[in-house]
């Protein structure tokens, strides 16, 4: 099945400095790869995705890229905001027949003021 | 409008008890997710319905868990004897269709003492 790793297990920046969060994917055939944002006590919520078609997507200061040689992916936060501390998924899944999502273990991100 | 809610947000039980958890999905969603996230992790699927059929239920991880979905839309989460080891957030989330963006509901924090 698929496995999905991420690194780091944690990150600090200073505000407005960017951040980039990496994760890498084992099942080739994987198309879909969103990222979720979670704060204390809530659920995953959905800020980006690509699908395999495309290498790069942007959203306001959010951006993620796909690799899809090298099997890997990337969340890209510029202009970072305390706001923006959370801790960060990335998954990937086959969107054919059902759709699960394998998760990485998550990156806890700082934003220091 | 109304997002994923799930009922309860909290639930204490005792080892060896019976309990139910609720996801009410986004109306119209016809594709519906249950996911487990143990402290420090990140979700791991347990069951996907499509319409009122468990169409994957390969993550169930043994026989005391069990999930319905009647009239496609509300789903249950059912586990019997439960062990201490079930202590978890259970998510649910729910997409348009298969292959689109999944939406995550608040959990409910399960703690089997």
């Known amino acids: 099945g698929e496995n999905v790793e991420q690194h780091p297990s944690t990150l600090s920046v200073q505000e407005g400095d960017s951040a980039v969060i990496k994760c890498t994917y084992s099942?080739?055939?994987?198309?879909?790869f969103p990222w979720y944002k979670q704060e204390l006590g809530k659920g995953p919520q959905l800020i980006i995705d690509?699908?395999?078609?495309?290498g790069e997507k942007k959203d306001q200061r959010i951006a993620v890229t796909l690799n899809k040689t090298a099997k890997h992916f990337s969340l890209h936060i510029t202009e970072t905001q305390p706001e923006d501390s959370a801790v960060y998924f990335c998954?990937?899944?086959?969107?054919?027949?059902?759709?699960?999502?394998?998760f990485g273990k998550g990156i806890t991100l700082s934003v220091r003021p | 409008g109304a997002g994923v809610s799930q009922t309860p947000s909290n639930k204490v039980t005792e080892k060896g008890k019976y309990v139910e958890l609720r996801c009410d999905p986004i109306?119209?969603?016809?594709?519906l997710y249950w996911y487990r996230q143990s402290l420090g992790q990140g979700p791991e699927f347990l069951i996907y319905?499509?319409?009122?059929?468990?169409?994957?239920d390969s993550g169930l991880p043994n026989d005391r868990f069990f999930a319905v979905r009647p009239e496609g839309s509300v789903s249950t989460l059912k586990i019997q004897r439960t062990e201490r080891g079930d202590s978890a957030v259970y998510l649910c989330?729910?997409?348009?269709?298969?292959?689109?963006?999944?939406?995550f509901g608040p959990g409910t924090r399960l703690t089997v003492l």
């Open positions: 989330a729910s997409s348009s269709s298969i292959g689109s963006e999944q939406f």
């Open positions: 099942d080739s055939a994987s198309n879909y």
């Open positions: 690509i699908r395999s078609n495309v």
């Open positions: 998954a990937a899944s086959w969107a054919g027949a059902n759709s699960k999502l394998t």
């Open positions: 109306s119209g969603h016809t594709a």
């Open positions: 319905f499509q319409g009122t059929g468990a169409a994957d």
